[in-house]
């Protein structure tokens, strides 16, 4: 059995790399926008790079946020990246309900008129 | 569907005269079967020269069929979409087919349709773009709930901070517009609970707005839509809408208006 620290190694680095390529076959298989999906590639990317390269890298990021514990650094960067791509959401749900709105409106607009002429064809034809 | 009457109106126009404004009343209607009828009934009987449009917005009832038995032309929404979406949707009718004015009549009943000439000759006869029929400006006998009027008291007296006017009944749904509130309205218009806001928004635009007083009734039938948990959200997210709004780029309203000479 590998040691507590070489497993939490493992997990937090293949992890992110895991889920970073899940999204990418997501995207090929044309289940995920290219548009949608980069936050979630920048939120594992960025994840994996610092697990990866945690004594250049993970290590410096925490001591200039001024976390004396590095691995929580892991947590507060994955959780604000994590809002972001939520963010995003609500973005794009405002933006799809005021499209869905505006067909809403334009649909009942044309039954009106289609009511409307097909009222006229009608008495046309009796003449 | 409204009469063909530009032509007309190009007549008249070269003959010196002023043609009859084109009126249209907009009924919003969401599950109204009980008492929508009463209401256009009532409406034709007021402004018998007026077009009826009702926004059916998404009704599970008979509203729609209602409406139409009744003589009115009927814009169905396929789903519900909340009351300013479903105005916006009668202004947006209004602006395409050319009125010049619009009036709001709720399909519960509230409103009273004999006081639609009162709104109409104000807003003629006024500076006024934009006239509102207001439950407190003379004591009628509508009794409000306690704490209901409560949040109107907070609602007026922002508003009327804002606006520098005193605005009596901001959540009246009684309304009647000209041309150029009717663009603005079709072009922008809050989604839900949109009464206090568009108050605040028409005098950004630069729109004139003006009180009178009507009398309210307690709905006929269906059901009222307001829960306590309901109006607290009312009340949060009409004021955050009004402050935001403050926050954005003066609107403008834009267009010519009719007026009797």
Known sequence: MLSEIARVEILMTAGPMLMFLFVLELVRRRQLREDYSLLWLATFGVLALLSLFRDSFLYQVANLMGIAYPPAALFVIGFGLTLLVLIQFSLVITRLSTQNKQAAQHI???????????????????K | MPRQSSEIQVSIARSGARPEPRTLVIIPAYNEEESLGRVIRQV?????????????DGSTDATSEIAEGYGAIVLDLPYNLGIGSAMQTGFMFARNYGYDIA??????GQ?????????LAVLQSTDADVVIGSRYIEDRGYITPRLRRLGIVILSALISLLVRQHITDPTSGFRALNRRAID???GDYPFDYPEPESVVTFRRAGLKVREIPV???PRYGGQSSITPLRSGYYMIKVIMAIIISLLRQRPQAVGEVYHVE
């Open chain 2, 215 to 217: 009398t309210m009734n």
């Open chain 2, 184 to 186: 603005f309205c079709a």
């Open chain 2, 44 to 56: 034709k009987e007021a402004v018998p020269s007026a077009d009826i449009v009702v926004i059916n």
């Open chain 1, 108 to 126: 009942a607009l044309l039954g009106a008129r289609v009511r409307e002429l097909e009222r006229r064809l009608e008495t046309q034809e009796q």
């Open chain 2, 103 to 108: 009036v709001q009549v709720d399909g519960d």
């Open chain 2, 111 to 119: 409103h009273d349709p004999h006081e639609i000439p009162e709104l």
